[in-house]
């Protein structure tokens, strides 16, 4: 869900899923800005039974949250940023984390809402995170996508025909 052409988010009761948010903790204004998105998100889907983890960085995103996934939870969210700097260090870390969400969502069968961004330079991060000013919520989106999928999969668990978001 990015800029130009992303789909109108409907908000619904969420209140009956359990939630579980894991955020690196590099580049702390961008960070603050995803997180606090990702907490309206939360509050405006009436989701109560919520847990934040914080990790080192972004590379360290998948094994917690396939920690997390593991433990139950109906969704889980990845929050990071990685800046590209002068060496290859960013597309090792960014296919990485990238390769292991999507192992989690995977392997476990729960959504996984991916909020890491993965940015060119620090202006982008800052466009993106939620903050006065910023252009996009990349946090309030994760979780967005994360609770809509969600719901996809409890409407097919049940049986439904036709589950949308």
């Given at each position: 869900?990015?800029?130009?052409?992303?789909?109108?988010?409907?908000?619904f009761d969420a209140g009956?899923?359990?939630?579980?948010?894991?955020?690196?903790s590099w580049h702390t204004?961008?960070?603050?800005?995803?997180?606090?998105?990702?907490?309206?998100?939360?509050?405006?889907?009436?989701?109560?039974?919520?847990?934040?983890?914080?990790?080192?960085?972004?590379?360290?995103?998948?094994?917690?949250?396939?920690?997390?996934?593991?433990?139950?939870?109906?969704?889980?969210?990845?929050?990071?940023?990685?800046?590209?700097?002068?060496?290859?260090?960013?597309?090792?870390?960014?296919?990485?984390?990238?390769?292991?969400?999507?192992?989690?969502?995977?392997?476990?069968?729960?959504?996984?809402?991916?909020?890491?961004?993965?940015?060119?330079?620090?202006?982008q991060a800052l466009d993106?995170?939620?903050?006065?000013?910023?252009?996009?919520?990349?946090?309030?989106?994760?979780?967005?996508?994360?609770?809509?999928?969600?719901?996809?999969?409890?409407?097919?668990?049940?049986?439904?025909?036709?589950?949308?978001?």
């Amino acid at each position: 869900m990015s800029g130009a052409g992303a789909p109108q988010a409907d908000t619904f009761d969420a209140g009956d899923l359990r939630v579980a948010v894991v955020a690196s903790s590099w580049h702390t204004v961008v960070m603050d800005g995803l997180l606090a998105g990702a907490e309206r998100a939360l509050d405006e889907h009436r989701v109560t039974e919520r847990t934040v983890v914080r990790v080192p960085g972004a590379f360290e995103l998948p094994v917690v949250a396939g920690a997390l996934a593991a433990q139950g939870y109906d969704a889980v969210v990845a929050l990071g940023v990685v800046v590209r700097g002068g060496t290859p260090h960013f597309d090792y870390v960014c296919s990485a984390a990238t390769e292991g969400l999507t192992r989690v969502a995977l392997d476990h069968g729960v959504p996984v809402g991916f909020g890491l961004l993965t940015c060119d330079d620090e202006q982008q991060a800052l466009d993106r995170a939620g903050l006065e000013g910023s252009s996009e919520d990349k946090g309030h989106e994760a979780v967005a996508a994360a609770l809509a999928t969600a719901r996809v999969l409890r409407g097919l668990a049940a049986g439904a025909a036709a589950a949308t978001p």
